[in-house]
């Protein structure tokens, strides 16, 4: 048989294979997440040896677009990390909350100590949604310390020294469903800060190699060395890192030359209060495209010297750590004689609301999702967090809506969120899970918590059938109002199938809705990979659904019965023919690739397994063609029928 580089899924390709699966279904069912929670599963290895790691720490959570480790925890924004540690087959499965905006990147992080940290990224992670990260190898690391000193050999305290680019690829396995998309290239932070001693240690080994060095603070010069060797040898000693300290007076002599330095006051608006934790950004130009952060940390009495500015305008913001308190305006800060005024930014506090969402009786609900918003209900994440880049400054205009807070429920259902302080056009959205959506208006803040009564909504359940096409194609279950139009992604909010054929849709809305199998076909050619969601035309059900109370439905997957291609490639006035097929098909609405194909000796190929449709043959000459050559016959495949046929081309 010729060989096949595709998934279709691999259960289709070898009767054994299928086989097998089945009976490794029945010994190690796979259980889903709960409905509220993404998974994180794979293994983790020792680069070289591949033998298991057993207790490394692996991290699941959201951040904007980098990483990081400090003290094997991490410094994050958006929902807190859920940790494991891998068994002593090297395995984990994390169950974590998915990011409450899907654009936002997740990030998962393996860390152990003397290895170096491995972490990949990904957005349009959803409840529901498995990461199978395959199998981590983590290289040995080293951890790097020493002491950070000036020209004359005196300690130099208080200096950030990092190690730029550590960039990582950790990938999905093939196979992994295409709502998962790869996020933001992703840089593994790895850092140092000296004591008062001069004294640091790296917060996480790095794998042997030359590394650049860098100062996080620029106010000083990297003197030597400009580049790491890392190796066992170079570990085993403190390294000396040398700093030239008169850069900063040097900057600041500079004056209208170049360099101007100002000082800066944040307190709180009305009162005058100091605000002492905050960062700044200083740009040049009318609006901030930086995302970086300059003196972010505590500054005593609200008060900072902020240097290295240069005499042409800049546009200043204050970034505030504490959710309580707004973002600044942005102001214009410019030169007038050579120096640069004292600048005072007073910022607005923001208003707590507090909420306690329960049920018609009382009962409490806990963790389910809470957003503030505007009364048209668009969300653009303003989480407070100082460092979270989606947060917008509060005099931007935005083109949509503006959500403030983001949090979720307690136990006892408790939820505070901080917010404007005028409520005309504010909102608040309980998203759930375990209830139907609930939009209310807030109302004024008072001594006495909002109450928000969430009611539950209809169940859908059913089986999916027969138990051998259902595991064939693995299908998920789409829900969708009639005469919707076609999605673009129906696979997105899908659920799955358990063990025995069941699904079920909670908390569902009264009304007409359409439960449709939806399967993902995948597509491998050398490098190139493409997955299609395809709808099941035929196994469509329309569910009328009351206010309480559950629908029972059956999928019927008859009319998806797999087909059998045994075809033949030939040319004119050739006597053989090489290289590998690809099957463009389509049924109704839907389209999907399956391939490729390599071509025997004879030119002849078979596929078993195919979705029953119309297709067309993509012939590749070699496996690096970049450009096939389509047959112009439509061959039509009724399910379970096995269809011979020969695909001539004429010389070309």
Known sequence: MPAAWFELP??????ALKALAFLLAGLAPAQEPAPNKARAVGRCLAAGTLAPLKGVTVQAGSLPNSYVIKDATTKRTGLEAQTVSTDGE????????APNNAHMPLTVLASVPGRAPRA??????????????????????????????DPDGAPVAGEGLWVPRVLDTLKLVPGAPDTLRPGSTLSIRVTGLS?????FTFNAPLAAGTWDLALVNPRNRLKEPARLKVDAESAAEPLTIVVDVARAAERKAAGAAGNLSFELTVV???????IEDFGVRCDPGRLLLSTDLLLDGHHEGGRVMVDGISSVAHVLQVVPRDPCFARSARVNVRARDGKIAPVRIELDRLQAYAFVVQRDDGTPVGGTTCELCDARGGVVDLKTRFSDESRLPVDLPARGPALVATTRSDDAGRVVLHGQRDTKDLRLRVLGPGHLATVVVVEAAGDAPQRIVVRSGATIEGTVGPAALAALWQPKLDLRPPNSPTSSNPARNAVGIDNEGRFRFEN????????????VVTMHRGTSRQQSPVRLHGTERTVEVGANGKVEVGIDLAAWTPATLEGIVSEAASAKVTGVVVLAGERVTERWLCGAFALDATGRFRIQGLPPGKYRLQWYRDEQATHPLVHADEVEFAPGKTVPHEFHFDKQ
């Open 195 to 199: 004591d008062e001693k001069g004294e």
């Open 90 to 97: 090297g395995r984990f499965t994390l169950d974590f909350d």
């Open 120 to 149: 990949g990224t990904w957005s349009m992670v959803r409840p529901g949604d498995t990461l199978d990260v395959g199998d981590v190898e983590l290289s040995v690391g080293f951890t790097l310390r020493g002491k950070v000193v």
């Open 508 to 519: 569902v809305e009264s009304g007409a809705l359409v439960v449709q199998a939806v399967m």
């Open 268 to 274: 709180e608006k009305g009162t005058g209060k100091p």
């Open 10 to 15: 691999a259960l289709v390709r070898c009767p």
